[in-house]
């Protein structure tokens, strides 16, 4: 069997003070994403976390791929929490 989906969020270095801040920054980045266009990820609620979520279904969907989404997830998350210095992103 093969998954095609998969939730997953973005935790800066820094990390986060607070699920609701980490909930908040994820919503937002997917957001971003969204908007630009450049993927596209939508959002899964499990347990009250805020996960961004892949749905892969595409037979010529490749790991280089994969490696995109990750690079503008990290590349956005990491430009929501440079904008935002000593915000509830830093614990």
Avoid: W
Avoid at 26 to 34: A, D, G, L, P
Avoid at 67 to 89: C, K, M, T, Y
């Amino acid at each position: 069997p093969v998954l095609s989906i998969v939730c997953f969020r973005y935790v800066p270095a820094t990390g986060v003070a607070g699920v609701e801040a980490l909930n908040a920054l994820n919503k937002t980045i997917m957001e971003r994403i969204q908007a630009g266009g450049e993927a596209f990820v939508t959002q899964a609620l499990l347990d009250g976390v805020f996960a961004l979520r892949a749905n892969v279904l595409h037979f010529s969907t490749t790991e280089s791929d994969i490696d995109a989404l990750v690079d503008v997830v990290a590349q956005v998350g990491d430009r929501l929490v440079a904008e935002r210095p000593g915000s509830d992103l830093t614990p």
